[in-house]
């Protein structure tokens, strides 16, 4: 699956990254598998695409359905954050779609905002410091590689 995540338990946090080719089986299984988890109810989120360099549509026809999905996975007691980081077009806008269709669900709790850059996205959360990167090392807020 293109999409690969950790999970930062003290700040209550899953970072997910996408890479390579996107396709609607990898973010709905992404979906699925990571908020199903009984340890992550209530946690915020950051999805950096970043690394995605092909977008598999028709996702966008499907963004009602993630976003009627996602919102129904929300715990139901306390209100989170989704920061999307997206700097190409394409991403950005099924992002702002995504946005948009998940501010309208009834069972909605989490605050999402669309980004471009990883410090924007970071800001948005109250996240400072290091941040874990899925499949890799830590990485700073200001968006730099964790000096070795």
Not at 82 to 91: C, E, G, M, N, T
Request: proline share 5%; charged share 25%; with cysteine.
């Amino acid at each position: 699956m293109p999409i690969d995540y950790c999970i930062d338990h003290q700040r209550r946090l899953v970072i997910a990254q996408g890479r390579g080719t996107l396709t609607d089986d990898d973010v709905f299984g992404y979906q699925r598998s990571v908020w199903s988890r009984r340890d992550v109810a209530g946690y915020d989120e950051l999805i950096d695409m970043s690394l995605v360099t092909h977008i598999d549509l028709p996702s966008h026809e499907r963004v009602p359905e993630l976003a009627q999905l996602s919102a129904a996975m929300d715990a139901p007691d306390k209100e989170t954050k989704l920061a999307i980081v997206a700097p190409k077009d394409l991403a950005f806008g099924l992002g702002r779609m995504y946005q948009a269709h998940r501010s309208m669900e009834s069972a909605n709790l989490k605050q999402v905002g669309v980004f471009r850059s990883l410090p924007e996205a970071l800001r948005f959360l109250g996240v400072d410091g290091e941040i874990c990167v899925p499949g890799g090392d830590s990485r700073q807020t200001n968006g730099k590689e964790k000096s070795s």
